[in-house]
């Protein structure tokens, strides 16, 4: 049975005590996860979409292997006689500026090859003239980039 305390009785005031509220404020992660898994997928979708590259088309070679890992790329395009501009990377440079450019990239790099990339119809001269400006911005090796006779 049980225990009743009396109306005047201390102890039913002192175990009652003063009652503290808490509220749970928790976050519902359902919702989240599933904005960001649609987000994801967008991502996943558009990603190939925006990359979009300077059209060249490369000289063929019987031997032409893979270029693997982070490199730095030149690319002359066939407009290069007329208008003096090469692309390093994506940013498009007249031909003066990229000696500097390419040596400020070479100080921290370890690896100082760069990779020439040169539409066919652009003459060995323009390229040799290039290589140079490459040479004197401090890079040891430069690569000329082709593809193999089955790519596209």
Do not use: C
């Not at 100080?107 to 003459?123: I, M, P």
């Not at 290039?130 to 790519?151: C, M, Q, Y």
């Amino acid at each position: 049975m049980p225990k009743v305390h009396a109306a005047g009785d201390a102890s039913a005031v002192r175990g009652r005590g003063r009652r503290v509220s808490t509220s749970l404020a928790e976050i519902n992660v359902v919702p989240l996860v599933d904005v960001m898994l649609v987000l994801l997928i967008i991502f996943m979708v558009t990603a190939p979409m925006i990359q979009r590259g300077i059209d060249v088309k490369l000289p063929v070679a019987r031997r032409a292997s893979a270029v693997e890992g982070e490199r730095l790329f030149i690319t002359v395009p066939a407009a290069f006689r007329t208008d003096g501009m090469v692309y390093l990377g994506d940013e498009k440079l007249r031909i003066e500026a990229v000696q500097e450019r390419v040596r400020q990239r070479m100080e921290t790099a370890s690896d100082k090859r760069v990779y020439l990339r040169g539409d066919g119809t652009v003459q060995l001269q323009e390229l040799m003239t290039i290589i140079d400006r490459l040479k004197d911005a401090g890079v040891t090796d430069v690569g000329v980039v082709a593809r193999a006779p089955g790519d596209r």
